[in-house]
């Protein structure tokens, strides 16, 4: 499961999806590693999916400070418990981008995470990990734990790929090194192709690039080599793949693969991922035809993806609004302004904002709206 997925599992914005077993690729000659299996098999809850790690996540998130204090001391007497520290960190997570004291109290459980259960799921979630500009010092400090890590399981596949998530934002040349070593021993495990996708869609978007870049086509080859022929896990990496198509300038592509989306969500219309699907496979068909100059059926598609019944990401992060923006340069502004209305239904709490954008469209102006991610 990719680290985007990943990440909206454990924050309970979706439900965690089957999980197949990782391909079991031979370990080329000379990449074999005695203890890759072994890291932290010895630790109560270290095999625990990613569905239960949520859920101690959640639980976390619920606990009071005098609960979190009881923990803590439970933690002290019985320090294998992941469990107990993974919710101690839920409820730290969101406290510590502004909190001090939150990021010193999260510090002890995400080093012994790294030192002890590398190759769990845990070890591989936002909440393991440390932002490298609001935490400098104890980033440094992981940061070292996972390399002693690497150097001690470089054959280990899971540990690698936890490794290059942690250093994902904070040095993207490492983290494409370790997804591309935990490639060479599982070459048949699409997984990191599509990790890899996504590294490269943030390196595109660090570079404040409007598309075309180095980045934007490696992002497109890698996301597309991950894609399965059918079946479900199609259907969910559809979305990014016409996407990324769209930021890479293939409109050719892009069209396809957002007309598959649209055709395919048919099949999963009481699925988490079909509301996604109609908005985004809609805006990409939108996008491409401005870029055809048809700006008649760019319009209807933006009416058509106002029509999604939503979605968990669409209803809390919101829509994207790229082809809405474009549409109001060529003076669309009726549709626009409908469209907005549509888009309100779902998206909570933006109301008064929707309400704004519109009063600036009926004087003439255009709203800044997010970019296309």
């Not at 598309?211 to 991950?226: H, I, N, P």
């Not at 979605?311 to 809405?324: E, H, I, K, Y």
């Amino acid at each position: 499961m990719s680290s985007r997925l990943r990440c909206l599992v454990v924050a309970g914005i979706i439900a965690a999806p089957t999980i197949h077993a990782r391909a079991s690729d031979p370990s080329p000659p000379g990449n074999s590693d005695s203890s890759a299996s072994t890291a932290g098999s010895q630790i109560p809850g270290a095999s625990a999916d990613l569905g239960t790690v949520s859920d101690w996540y959640l639980a976390g998130t619920r606990l009071s400070q005098d609960a979190v204090t009881a923990l803590e001391k439970q933690v002290a007497a019985d320090p294998n418990n992941l469990e107990r520290r993974f919710k101690i960190l839920g409820f730290y997570f969101e406290k510590r981008d502004l909190d001090e004291t939150a990021r010193a109290a999260a510090q002890p459980h995400i080093l012994w995470i790294i030192r002890n259960v590398p190759d769990s799921v845990a070890a591989g979630v936002p909440e393991a990990q440390i932002e490298k500009q609001i935490d400098p010092v104890r980033y440094d400090e992981a940061a070292k734990a996972w390399n002693e890590q690497v150097a001690t399981h470089p054959g280990d596949p899971a540990i690698l790929g936890n490794a290059a998530l942690f250093f994902q934002l904070s040095d993207m040349p490492l983290s494409e090194r370790l997804f591309r070593q935990a490639q060479s021993i599982e070459p048949n495990n699409p997984e990191w192709n599509e990790e890899l996708g996504h590294l490269y869609t943030l390196e595109a978007m660090n570079q404040s690039s409007n598309g075309g870049s180095d980045a934007d086509r490696k992002a497109l080859a890698a996301l597309e080599a991950a894609l399965p022929a059918g079946g479900e896990t199609r259907f969910y990496q559809l979305e990014d793949v016409a996407k990324a198509a769209f930021k890479a300038g293939d409109m050719k592509k892009a069209g396809a693969y957002a007309g598959e989306l649209l055709n395919t969500a048919p099949g999963y219309a009481h699925d988490w991922n079909d509301g996604n699907a109609v908005y985004t496979g809609n805006t990409i068909l939108g996008l491409v035809a401005l870029r055809h100059g048809d700006i008649a059926s760019a319009r209807s598609y933006l009416l058509a993806a106002g029509k999604t019944p939503g979605s968990p990401q669409l209803d809390s992060f919101g829509p994207d609004l790229t082809l809405a923006g474009e549409l109001v340069a060529h003076g669309e502004k009726d549709s626009v302004i409908a469209f907005l209305g549509s888009i309100s239904k779902f998206w909570d709490g933006h109301a008064d904002k929707i309400k704004e954008w519109q009063e600036e469209i009926r004087q003439g102006q255009t709203p800044v709206f997010n970019p296309l991610y």
